[in-house]
């Protein structure tokens, strides 16, 4: 019989292994960010540090938090917050890559898997659903306000399902508690994720809400606005080509 100390043994190795993996993939994102923006490319160099302090905004407001269930599903001082809001200024794709910046950070925080699947679904495609907050601007003429609930709420219910489907995994393996009945495996990992992620999802629509009544978002996303200021030889053409349109 496979017991639980065998597999934590493997889920160890396999940790580490991915943990190294994760590091160099951040690495990676880092190097080609800079790149980009050094060739011009779709990231300025205000992108960047936008995304870099909202990132570590989220980050640090992600060790706030109260662990209601054991092994993971913690609720935090709305760690989503900051990179939601970048989303919603950034779009999806670039929402997209930040929230899998915020997994692996996550992960490497504090690391622990069961499977490289487990991985996958807890730290890369759950966080990922950031970027689903990328499209709340196109919700027609709705206020700012049922915007970003909205976009918020669409966030956590695609990451409730990720984290679903790794706790059926979790709990199909008797990870977590041994001797529970095979076909109840769905329920257990549904009650698993209901004890934190709703509350968890509430603290950010709270936040959210406040901001947008209190005008802090439209400042937010109006300072992410912000065209960087011409170089003296880009004022000079600009002078230049101005001075040949009245001549």
């Known amino acids: 019989m496979f017991h639980f100390s065998q597999l934590l043994a493997v889920s160890e190795k396999t940790t580490d292994i991915v943990k190294w993996?994760?590091?160099?993939?951040?690495?990676?994102?880092?190097?080609?960010?800079?790149?980009?923006?050094?060739?011009?490319?779709?990231?300025?160099?205000?992108?960047?540090?936008?995304?870099?302090?909202?990132?570590a905004a989220s980050f640090a407001l992600s060790f706030v938090k109260f662990s209601p269930v054991q092994f993971g599903g913690s609720i935090t001082l709305a760690s989503f917050v900051p990179?939601?809001?970048?989303?919603?200024?950034?779009?999806?794709?670039?929402?997209?890559?930040?929230?899998?910046?915020?997994?692996?950070?996550?992960?490497?925080?504090?690391?622990?898997i069961l499977t490289p699947f487990t991985f996958l679904l807890d730290y890369i495609l759950a966080f990922a659903s950031i970027g689903l907050m990328g499209f709340a601007p196109k919700f027609g003429k709705l206020s700012i306000t049922a915007k970003v609930s909205i976009g918020t709420v669409l966030v956590y219910v695609a990451r409730f399902i990720f984290h679903l489907a790794s706790g059926f995994i979790y709990f199909a393996e008797n990870s977590i508690w041994v001797n529970l009945p095979a076909t109840n495996m769905f329920v257990y990992s549904f009650i698993y994720q209901c004890v934190y992620l709703p509350a968890d999802c509430v603290i950010a629509v709270c936040v959210?809400?406040?901001?947008?009544?209190?005008?802090?978002?439209?400042?937010?996303?109006?300072?992410?606005?912000?065209?960087?200021?011409?170089?003296p030889a880009e004022q000079v053409e600009e002078v230049a080509a101005s001075d040949d349109k009245q001549n």
């Open 21 to 55: 993996v994760s590091l160099g993939v951040i690495a990676l994102l880092i190097i080609i960010l800079a790149a980009t923006c050094i060739r011009g490319g779709k990231f300025s160099t205000s992108e960047i540090a936008y995304a870099g302090v909202c990132l």
């Open 208 to 231: 959210l809400i406040a901001f947008a009544k209190t005008g802090a978002l439209d400042k937010l996303l109006n300072m992410m606005n912000k065209k960087r200021k011409a170089k």
């Open 83 to 112: 990179v939601l809001v970048y989303a919603y200024k950034a779009g999806p794709i670039k929402g997209t890559l930040a929230g899998i910046i915020l997994g692996l950070f996550n992960f490497i925080s504090d690391p622990y």
